[in-house]
Each structure stands twice: as structure tokens, then as C-alpha cells.
């Protein structure tokens, strides 16, 4: 078989900016646009899988890489990294600040390597879109910066909550002007100083506030004592993530307690890296396994790694499935499939490790032999939509039976139907919209290019899994 090279990442990530008002009647969340192409027909599976596939670089791993090189020693190159929307709001907002990335050659199938030379930080304007990484880790840079620094991102980022960032930059001296919004827009008033010290937040309600001080924390004058004050931490190995990059770059971060970290001044060492496959983004092509049957083979799963999607080897065979790997090759065996007969079954899943699986875990709940129940997910409400609203909301509209919980989700079996699937801008909703429509003919998903934001392959990647070939104006096929 050949490789698949994406040739065309401009086309679907123009127009995933701003967005006009306009809300879903169900939960209230500001919608996307239409697509220019209208919906899209979910294929469905008439066959089972004997799929094999290469997914592009983590978007996590991308993004942190960028911030880490960009506040480096010396120049990096990061190779087979992630070009999606998320990614290139981070390059663009990078290079706003001062920061010299240019694109390489590189051997990855998806796009060349990025090669970061720091250079002074000054101040400027930063677009952070939907992508949470953007608009929690570079206001910190920002902050470093001689200037000000202006923090925006699309009209459903505004009400994404923030407010930890900015109390966090005021606690380690820095001026923040954001109209006592908490949300975005704001300024970051960079004097080409931080302070830091001992810096208390509480991060409930993402990571990623953890993260983003962490990564620049070794810049910090007096370095940076964090302690989190909430009662519970979410996606904890996003954290073991940061902690994991910063050690490659030479950074240590010292852990005194549950809950506190420690990051004395320090350099950060220029590297070089390739960066992983996105084994979130793999959740849906391996569930597909359970629902139509067949194998769905991964290449390049690392032996190791600090992705939470990681957690779907150990999760799917919970709910039927068969994991076999084979050097760095991952293979998911759902049987029979629920097309064929087969069935899923139902689990509770604490989902506190990664709530990013949890479209992927509602979806195949649909289909399971009882009722089942996703907690540990409350933070969704606060991500690129209202997941959880919105979850529940296109499962009914396809005839299914969930609710909201105060932590999570509950799913219960009931025969679905074809029906259109709102996206509301949300990668992981418009996949599992996808993957619903694998055995339900009639799902048409409103926007499947909201998937640009960490996967703007996905919907040749999920043809191709399906053996229907890739999308000739936009791949080229490449001999082994």
C-alpha cells in the first residue's frame, strides 16, 4: 500500500476563524458556519476494517516543542511536527513576538519539520482561535516580552474560562488589562521581566494553566513555586507531559508534594525532536474496530509516552475489544463489530486521566449492552464547546438516550437513526459524529473541517480506513 501526504492544509484552515452569533436552539452554543462544501455524509461501513495507518504528530506534543524552542538557548528543529490550526496559531503567535520559525525539509508524511531560532521577545498580537494550548501558554511568554501583548481568539474562545491565567500572571508582577472580564481579549504588559516566586491557582478546570507556567517558568527571575488548591487536577498526564519536554530540554522540575512544583532559573536547551503520532486523534479509527468489525492497525504507536491516548489499549478491550501490538505497530480487533452482531459493552470510565476521549467512550456507550457512565469530565463544559451539552444533545438528536451528569455523561442503549450532527466548532464532536455514522446510514456532519484544528486529514484518513482511497485534489499517493 502507499503512504498518504496531505497537500492542501490551507484550504481547510481558512475560514475556521471567527464566527458569526448564531446558536444551537438545543444548548445555546455559538455555531460554526455552515461549511462551503455543506454537510458531510459520515460513510458507513459495509465491510469490516482491515485498515492500516499513519496519523500525524501530536498536537500536544507540537505545541509545547514550539513554546520550549522558542524560549531556548539556541535554535531547534522539530521534526514530523503537527500542521493543523492549532498548530499554526502557535507558530503565528510566536512569530508575533519575535520569534523566527521557518519551514524545512523533513522525511514525516504529513508536512515538512519547523526549524525555531529565538530571538527577542517583544510585544504584539496574539490570535489563540479555539486552541487552548495558544491561549494558555503564550500570554506566560507574553509576559516575558517588551511590551504589550494583545491575547484574542474566536467568539466562543471568550468564554472559555481564563481567569486563572490572568490572576497567575498578576501573581508573579505582571500587568493585566482585561476589563475585570476574566476572559478573553486582554493585554499582557511584558517589561521583558517576570518576577515569579511562590504563586498559588487553582487549575480545576484545565491542565493546561498548570502547564503553560511551568514552560516558562525557567525564564522566571526568581524561578516559580506552584501549588494547585483545587480539589481535583484534570488530564494529570498533560502535566507529566510539560515535566517530560522540560527534562529533554535540560529543565528539572522538582516535585516537593502532591500538587506543587518547583522550577529554579535556569536555561532551556535548545534540541532537536520528533514528535509522536496523536494518539488522541487515533481514539476514533481504533473504536471504529468495535462498532464495524474487523482491524484497525496504528504505525509509530511509541513504546512509551506521556499521551493520555495512550489510555485507549487499556480502555477498548474493557469494552470488547482485542489490542495485539507488534513492535510499533498497535492493532485493535473488534470482532464481529456491532454491524455484525457483535456488541459493546457497557463500563463506567473515570475518565479524570484524559476527559479528550470522552466523544470517542459516549459514542461506542451508545451502542453498549446497558447503560454505561463517563465521570471525571466535568471540565468539558469549559472546552471548545460545552462538550458535555453537546454530547448529549446530538446522541438524542439521533434517537439515542443520554443525560448530563454533574461530573460527566450517562449513556443508554436505544436504536439510532441518520440525522444531521452539529459540530459547534468542536474537532472531537465532529468525529464522533464520524464515527456514529459508521453503522448508522443518514449522518451528515455540518462542518467536518472543524477537524483542522489538530487532524485537518481526517476525512481522507477515515476514507481510506474505510479502503474508499484518498481524496485526489488534496493527497498525493506515494510509492513505499
Not at 531560532?117 to 486552541?131: H, N, V
Not at 486563572?164 to 500587568?175: K, N, Q, S
Not at 522566571?220 to 507531559?241: Q, V
Not at 482485542?322 to 498497535?330: E, I, P, Q
Given at each position: 500500500m502507499g503512504v498518504l501526504r496531505y497537500s492542501g492544509r490551507d484550504e481547510l484552515i481558512l475560514g475556521l476563524g471567527a464566527r458569526p452569533e448564531e446558536t444551537d436552539p438545543v444548548t445555546g452554543d455559538i455555531l460554526a458556519p455552515p461549511s462551503e462544501s455543506g454537510p458531510w455524509s459520515a460513510p458507513t461501513a459495509e465491510a469490516p476494517l482491515a485498515a492500516r495507518l499513519t496519523l500525524p504528530g501530536s498536537k500536544s506534543l507540537t505545541n509545547r516543542e514550539l513554546?520550549?524552542?522558542?524560549?531556548?538557548?539556541?535554535?531547534?528543529?522539530?521534526?514530523?511536527?503537527?500542521?493543523?490550526?492549532?498548530?499554526?496559531?502557535?507558530?503565528?503567535?510566536?512569530?508575533?513576538?519575535?520569534?523566527?520559525?521557518?519551514e524545512v525539509p523533513g522525511d514525516g508524511d504529513f508536512g515538512p519539520d519547523l526549524r525555531v531560532?529565538?530571538?527577542?521577545?517583544?510585544?504584539?498580537?496574539?490570535?489563540?482561535?479555539?486552541?487552548g494550548t495558544v491561549m494558555r501558554f503564550l500570554p506566560i511568554v507574553a509576559a516575558l516580552a517588551l511590551g504589550p501583548t494583545n491575547v484574542d481568539g474566536d467568539p466562543y474562545a471568550r468564554k472559555?474560562?481564563?481567569?486563572?491565567?490572568?490572576?497567575?500572571?498578576?501573581?508573579?508582577?505582571?500587568?493585566?488589562?482585561?476589563d475585570g472580564r476574566g476572559t478573553m481579549p486582554f493585554t499582557v504588559h511584558g517589561t521583558g521581566e517576570v518576577i515569579g516566586g511562590d504563586l498559588a491557582i487553582d487549575a480545576s478546570a484545565s491542565s493546561q494553566f498548570v502547564s503553560g507556567l511551568l514552560l516558562a517558568a525557567p525564564?522566571?527571575?526568581?524561578?516559580?513555586?506552584?501549588?494547585?488548591?483545587?480539589?481535583?487536577?484534570?488530564?494529570?498526564?498533560?502535566?507529566?507531559?510539560?515535566?517530560?519536554?522540560?527534562?529533554?530540554?535540560?529543565?528539572?522540575?522538582?516535585?516537593?508534594?502532591?500538587g506543587v512544583w518547583h522550577v529554579a532559573p535556569q536555561p532551556i536547551r535548545a534540541r532537536d525532536v520528533d514528535i509522536e503520532p496523536d494518539l488522541s486523534n487515533a481514539g476514533p479509527f481504533l473504536a471504529a474496530a468495535l462498532l464495524a468489525g474487523g482491524t484497525v492497525t496504528i504505525d509509530g504507536w511509541p513504546e512509551q509516552t506521556t499521551q493520555v491516548g495512550d489510555e485507549f489499549l487499556r480502555i477498548l478491550p474493557r469494552?470488547?475489544?482485542?489490542?495485539?501490538?507488534?513492535?510499533?505497530?498497535?492493532?485493535?480487533d473488534g470482532g464481529a463489530?456491532?454491524?455484525?452482531?457483535?456488541?459493546?459493552?457497557?463500563?463506567?470510565?473515570?475518565?479524570?486521566?484524559?476527559?479528550?476521549?470522552?466523544?470517542?467512550?459516549?459514542?461506542?456507550?451508545?451502542?453498549?449492552?446497558?447503560?454505561?457512565?463517563?465521570?471525571?469530565?466535568?471540565?468539558?463544559?469549559?472546552?471548545?464547546?460545552?462538550?458535555?451539552?453537546?454530547l448529549v444533545a446530538e446522541i438524542r438528536r439521533l434517537g439515542g438516550d443520554a443525560d448530563e451528569l454533574e461530573d460527566g455523561l450517562e449513556v443508554r442503549p436505544a436504536p439510532l437513526h441518520g440525522g444531521a450532527w452539529e459540530a459547534y466548532a468542536d474537532h472531537r464532536i465532529a468525529t464522533a459524529g464520524a464515527l456514529a455514522g459508521l453503522i448508522v446510514p443518514g449522518v451528515t456532519v455540518d462542518d467536518i473541517g472543524t477537524t483542522a484544528k489538530t487532524l485537518p486529514e481526517f476525512p481522507e484518513l477515515w476514507n481510506a480506513m474505510l479502503g474508499r482511497g484518498a481524496h485526489a485534489t488534496r493527497w498525493e499517493q506515494l510509492p513505499l
Open positions: 513554546v520550549l524552542a522558542a524560549l531556548a538557548d539556541g535554535p531547534s528543529t522539530i521534526r514530523r511536527p503537527l500542521h493543523s490550526r492549532d498548530t499554526s496559531l502557535m507558530v503565528d503567535g510566536l512569530r508575533a513576538l519575535g520569534i523566527d520559525i521557518a531560532t529565538p530571538g527577542e521577545l517583544l510585544g504584539g498580537t496574539i490570535d489563540g482561535g479555539l486552541a472559555r474560562p481564563m481567569r486563572t491565567t490572568i490572576d497567575a500572571l498578576r501573581g508573579i508582577g505582571v500587568e493585566v488589562n482585561d525564564r522566571f527571575r526568581d524561578g516559580l513555586t506552584l501549588r494547585h488548591t483545587g480539589e481535583r487536577l484534570p488530564s494529570m498526564p498533560h502535566i507529566r507531559m510539560t515535566i517530560a519536554c522540560l527534562a529533554a530540554h535540560g529543565v528539572q522540575v522538582d516535585e516537593p508534594e502532591e469494552l470488547g475489544a482485542t489490542v495485539t501490538r507488534t513492535g510499533d505497530a498497535v492493532t485493535v463489530g456491532v454491524r455484525g452482531g457483535g456488541v459493546v459493552r457497557a463500563a463506567d470510565l473515570d475518565l479524570t486521566i484524559g476527559g479528550e476521549l470522552a466523544p470517542t467512550f459516549a459514542i461506542l456507550l451508545a451502542f453498549a449492552d446497558g447503560p454505561s457512565r463517563l465521570t471525571g469530565i466535568g471540565h468539558l463544559r469549559g472546552h471548545e464547546t460545552d462538550r458535555l451539552a453537546a
